[in-house]
């Protein structure tokens, strides 16, 4: 087992709203994602691209 493990505080640097400045979802899934589209978030770590994704295929 590795003894090299994120802190578990350091996610929610990834989930930052001010995040959205630099790396919007929305914008950076809108050429790939339709409504209806099954999709799925491998790797999702804190959702950041989760909740947007669930949005833009139409689960609410």
């Known amino acids: 087992m590795s003894r ?6 350091i996610g ?5 709203p001010l ?3 630099w790396q919007n979802p ?4 809108h050429p790939f994602v339709k409504p209806g589209m ?3 978030d491998i790797g999702c770590a804190m959702g950041f691209f ?4 669930a949005e833009m295929v139409g689960i609410n």
């Open 4 to 9: 090299h493990v994120c802190l578990i505080w």
């Open 12 to 16: 929610y640097f990834l989930v930052n």
């Open 19 to 21: 995040r959205n400045i």
């Open 26 to 29: 929305r914008k950076i899934l």
């Open 38 to 40: 099954k999709v799925v």
């Open 50 to 53: 989760s909740l947007p994704l």
